[in-house]
């Protein structure tokens, strides 16, 4: 399971709406992390109603490799730190901050009190991971 959440995979995170997005996460510390601020509608979302799902998968149709994980449970808004940002950024972005387009570099630059960033914070109280692969039949 550690290792298929490791994988820079985009998650679709649903709230109550109901209402679905894809999200980049950090999977560390038997939690899911989300950026959010302000900003967003799920931040609100999140405010009024922490009950959330999130789905994680791949399908591979040249390999036959299909996997998921599926994670229930209330979110929590919590304070960001730049550490855990840099750790979530450089897993989609790479090592080279000097590549990054500026919107996600001021995540770690800018003071996250005046931006408001904050972490959603998805500890699982349902989390289910399946392997559906199946073998690739030759033509």
């Known amino acids: 399971m ?12 649903a709230t109550n709406g109901p209402t679905v997005r894809p999200v980049w996460f950090l999977w560390e510390d038997g939690a899911f992390w989300v950026l959010t601020g ?13 009950k959330v799902a999130l789905v994680v998968d791949e399908c591979d149709l040249v390999t036959g490799r299909v996997r998921q994980a599926i994670a229930r449970g209330r979110a929590e808004l919590v304070p ?5 940002g840099r ?28 931006r408001g960033t904050m972490w959603l914070r ?6 289910k991971v399946q392997d559906l692969s199946y073998a690739v039949v030759p033509s």
Do not use: C, H, I
């Open 2 to 13: 550690d290792t298929f959440l490791q994988q820079p995979l985009t998650a679709r995170l």
């Open 38 to 50: 302000p900003w967003t509608r799920l931040f609100d979302r999140v405010k009024n109603d922490p």
């Open 80 to 84: 960001f730190d730049v550490p855990r």
């Open 87 to 114: 750790r979530k950024l450089v897993r989609y972005l790479g090592v080279d901050e000097a590549l990054w387009d500026a919107r996600f570099a001021g995540y770690l630059y800018d003071n996250p009190d005046q």
């Open 122 to 127: 998805l500890r699982p109280a349902s989390l």
